[in-house]
């Protein structure tokens, strides 16, 4: 009965070997499905339920589970080969009209890997090898629920790992084979793509404990526009102190001439792409000084996640900080992984 916990996998820097199945790490929201007969319910990431934001999920699974079952997986909405997770974000909505609207025009799809159970018996004992080989049998694929696919191919897991990305993937989940399901806890391990970019640095957010910074706001230049691209943040509390009296003199005079002054990148703040409401307002800074960060993926022209700070890069010019110098992965379709 839910709610269950989801079992977490921890980050590693390279992938593992030996007794692993590797599985695609999916961009999308991590779900538990429970079904009894026309019954489902659908848990989350934080063991909330999910169920009234898919719709069209409940109906999908109908067709595809067996009718009593519980199955964890995740839901994800690909948009013209390639997932799309702020497509994915806007299925959230307190309206039940805009629900069923955005569930026929971004329908979501359901990822299975693991059985936690099937019919009135407990899997979450066994080991994973064989609740993936139960999985295989009891999961019919359909156009919306799928068989994550799965190997014990090393080299083809690091095969994957590059070329997934170009789907929206963001890594390779590494999942021992022996492991019973143990919610709530970091017994899988997770790959996930890291890169650097130099980025100009174009104001700061005040941290919501006081008059301190809170995060970096970050640009890149597009021609001769500067590009909001994210912030960097995951400071100790004794640097974030310090770097109020390192940016002062960047404060001084830093709106008479910045280039989002007076447009919809100014003071007021990018507006929040998950919480519309969400004060995003920021302290400019003159565009003098470039950082190095670190960042796993691009949405769009943003940094997916919240990028570290690596180093200053009181080397570089701020006009040489260019969408160019960003890696594009390569070209794959949500397709493509589901066929391998």
Request: charged share 30%.
């Amino acid at each position: 009965m839910p709610p269950v916990a989801p079992m977490l996998a921890k980050a590693v820097p390279e992938m593992p070997t030996g007794d692993y199945l590797y599985e695609p790490k999916w961009d999308g929201f991590r779900s538990i499905i429970f079904r009894d007969g026309e019954e489902v319910e659908i848990g989350s990431r934080n063991e909330k339920p999910m169920t009234r934001y898919f719709p069209d999920v409940v109906e999908a699974v109908k067709a595809a589970l067996p009718k009593r079952c519980v199955v964890d997986g995740e839901i994800v909405v690909p948009l013209d080969g390639r997932l799309e997770f702020e497509a994915l974000q806007q299925r959230i909505h307190p309206a039940e009209s805009r629900v069923r609207r955005l569930a026929a025009e971004t329908p979501a799809h359901f990822i299975g890997f693991d059985l936690l159970a099937t019919a009135s018996r407990s899997l979450m004992g066994a080991s994973f090898a064989d609740r993936r080989a139960q999985l295989e049998q009891a999961l019919k694929v359909t156009a919306d629920v799928h068989l994550t696919p799965a190997t014990d191919d090393h080299t083809v897991a690091r095969r994957w790992f590059t070329e997934f990305e170009g789907a929206g993937l963001d890594g390779i989940i590494a999942k021992p084979t022996a492991i019973p399901y143990s919610p709530d806890k970091r017994v899988m391990y997770k790959v996930k793509h890291a890169r650097t970019a130099d980025c100009v640095l174009a104001g700061f957010r005040w941290h919501k404990t006081g008059p301190i910074v809170g995060s970096l706001v970050l640009g890149l230049y597009d021609g001769d526009q500067l590009r909001h691209v994210g912030v960097a943040a995951s400071f100790p509390m004794k640097r974030r102190a310090e770097l109020v009296d390192e940016l002062a003199p960047l404060r001084k005079n830093a709106e008479k001439d910045h280039p989002w002054a007076g447009n919809e990148w100014g003071p007021g703040g990018v507006p929040n792409r998950w919480n519309a409401g969400k004060d995003m307002s920021f302290e400019m800074l003159r565009p003098e000084r470039v950082i190095e960060v670190a960042y796993d993926q691009m949405e769009g022209a943003r940094f997916r996640h919240t990028a570290q700070f690596r180093r200053w890069r009181d080397d570089r010019d701020p006009k040489s900080c260019t969408f160019e110098q960003l890696e594009r992965p390569l070209t794959c379709a949500f397709e493509d992984v589901l066929g391998s």
